[in-house]
């Protein structure tokens, strides 16, 4: 490793600096021991770019004598793309930003996203919301989903009684990625605005 990090112990109310031997790559271990705790057990962390691929193995040692033996090699898949294109756009009526009216004929739409590795999940809302009774409803048509793309046409039937307003419907895209250790899926939003008039 070459560049510092920050870990945060239990005993300390700011987090410490890691900075590993620029000589050698080692960094301290923060064990716990006690009341020190290294909150998340954060044993290093990196920043990394791009979308190549890098093997990763973990040593130690103890006053320079190794402990135990390497772990093996694993081979991470970077990924820093989000999914890109994501679009959506409404296909009945008078289309995209177009004029419809409360409780008349459902609006209709097509969607569409891509991803450079794997494309998680897309899921389709609409704001503000409408109730718990109108919600848009997705169906996957040709071409069908595969490991890094999704398209299809969404529907949304209002009510007579839904509120007269601008509406936003929102296509959000993600993939697989770990991010920052913290959670799964860089993501990317398309929309496209409507107007519902009183009937």
């Not at 193995?57 to 898949?77: D, F, H, N, R, Y």
């Not at 799964?184 to 398309?190: D, P, R």
């Amino acid at each position: 490793m070459t560049q510092p990090f920050y870990v945060t112990l239990s005993t300390s109310p700011f987090p410490v600096l890691q900075t590993p031997d620029p000589a050698t790559g080692w960094v301290t271990y923060r064990e716990l021991s006690g009341v020190v705790d290294v909150v998340g057990n954060i044993l290093g962390s990196w920043a990394s770019s791009g979308d190549g691929q890098i093997w990763v193995s973990m040593e130690a040692q103890q006053g320079g004598v190794p402990i135990g033996t390497p772990t093996p090699w694993k081979l991470v898949q970077l990924d820093n793309t989000p999914p890109d294109p994501v679009t959506v756009e409404i296909t009945s009526g008078a289309g995209s930003c177009g004029d419809f009216t409360q409780g008349g004929p459902a609006i209709v739409g097509k969607y569409s996203a891509a991803d450079n590795e794997n494309l998680r999940s897309v899921s389709i809302g609409v704001e503000p919301s409408m109730g718990t009774n109108v919600v848009p409803v997705k169906t996957v048509g040709p071409p069908p989903k595969t490991l890094v793309a999704e398209s299809g046409t969404w529907s949304l039937q209002t009510e007579p009684t839904t509120e007269p307003c601008g509406y936003v419907i929102i296509v959000t895209a993600s993939d697989n990625t770990i991010v920052n250790s913290g959670y799964i899926g860089l993501y990317t939003q398309a929309f496209v605005g409507f107007c519902l008039r009183a009937a």
